[in-house]
Antibody, heavy 119, light 112 residues
Framework: QVQLQESGPGLVKPSQTLSLTCTVS??????????WSWIRQHPGKGLEWIGY???????YYNPSLKSRVTISVDTSKNQFSLKLSSVTAADTAVYYC???????????WGQGTLVTVSS | QSALTQPPSVSGSPGQSVTISCTGT?????????VSWYQQPPGTAPKLMIY???NRPSGVPDRFSGSKSGNTASLTISGLQAEDEADYYC????????????FGGGTKLTVL
């Protein structure tokens, strides 16, 4: 059973960089066949795809966030990470990590972590 | 504004059937059979219910079914149960600019 767990600061100051890590257990990122994704959900709102990464390092990003987003992978730790720069209050959201097959089948999700942007 | 359009809410009584629509464009839903549906009860992570338009992952009841016609995908839940009350989201692959994923705005299902 694949499990994903997000970790990182729950509070980030405006203009700083939000950094989160997703640790995968029960399966190896380096085995291939899947993309590994970040998705966020603003309070009381819908889901927004941020981007995803393949174990080789290939990435695809949401064009609306692309200039501020970096997703990276560390296969030795079986983790992938999200960095979102120059954050504002509009980036306050629950951030989820997920495994993806077939580009759009988000079949395993982390529990989500709330990140608040505030001074 | 979400790329895929869903009704904000639907409702039905136990035992009835409800259908949730997800309308996109010829750049996403209309061109690819890569539509998925997710169920999200309050305070929990989304759960995959349907993938590639009409396929159910193992463990999802066959009361849940998906279909697509043109630029609109649909999720039908038959034999409604109280436990089905949740938010439902559709998603689709799109290559309108660069390969990516778009979600619908979500539909709140209320079981009366």
């Amino acid at each position: 059973q694949v499990q994903l767990q997000e970790s990182g600061p729950g509070l980030v100051k405006p203009s700083q960089t939000l950094s989160l890590t997703c640790t995968v257990s029960g399966g190896s990122i380096s085995s291939g066949g899947y993309y590994w994704s970040w998705i966020r959900q603003h309070p009381g709102k819908g889901l927004e795809w941020i981007g995803y990464i393949y174990y080789s390092g290939s990435t695809y990003y949401n064009p609306s966030l692309k200039s501020r987003v970096t997703i990276s992978v560390d296969t030795s730790k079986n983790q992938f990470s999200l960095k979102l720069s120059s954050v504002t209050a509009a980036d306050t959201a629950v951030y989820y990590c997920a495994r993806v097959s077939g580009y759009t089948r988000f079949d395993y999700w982390g529990q989500g972590t709330l990140v608040t942007v505030s001074s | 504004q979400s790329a895929l359009t869903q009704p904000p809410s639907v409702s039905g009584s136990p035992g009835q059937s409800v259908t949730i629509s997800c309308t996109g464009t010829s750049s996403d839903v209309g061109s690819y059979n890569r539509v998925s549906w997710y169920q999200q009860p309050p305070g929990t992570a989304p759960k995959l219910m349907i993938y590639e338009v009409s396929n159910r992952p193992s463990g999802v009841p066959d009361r849940f079914s998906g279909s697509k016609s043109g630029n609109t995908a649909s999720l039908t839940i038959s034999g409604l149960q109280a436990e089905d009350e949740a938010d439902y989201y559709c998603s689709s692959y799109t290559s309108s600019s660069t390969p990516r994923v778009v979600f619908g705005g979500g539909t709140k299902l209320t079981v009366l």
